[in-house]
């Protein structure tokens, strides 16, 4: 099992930044990819981005160049560091990290930290 607590949200105008946490707890050491996921009213939940537990990062186009995620091992925290927002960014953003166990990947979410976008 993984436990994965989000903060850092909250209201910014454009232009401004955020910095989300995911603090990770349980089973870590079998987690292989972490990523944030968001999900704006009335759409579906998109990827944002994923980094490897080698540190490979992946980021979706909307969010590339402003977007950055990155991981403390020491405080098994990852992070998305949010420059440039824009209203478009408006959403619930969900930390999710992937587990492998055998064959079988396992997927855990935190429970989702708001960020709204707006002047």
């Known amino acids: 099992q993984v436990q994965l607590v989000e903060s850092g949200g909250g209201l910014v105008q454009p232009g401004g930044s955020l910095r989300l946490s995911c603090a990770a707890s349980?089973?870590?050491?079998?987690?292989?990819?972490m990523g944030w996921y968001r999900q704006a009213p009335g759409k579906q939940r998109e990827l944002v981005g994923t980094v490897t537990k080698g540190g490979t990062p992946n980021y979706a186009d909307s969010v590339k160049g402003r977007f950055t995620i990155s991981g403390d091992n020491a405080k098994n925290t990852a992070y998305l560091q949010m420059n440039n927002l824009k209203p478009e960014d408006t959403a619930v953003y969900y930390c999710n990290a992937k587990m492998l166990r055998g064959f079988t990947v396992y997927d855990y979410w935190g429970q989702g930290t708001q960020v709204t976008v707006s002047s």
């Open positions: 349980g089973s870590i050491e079998s987690i292989f990819v």
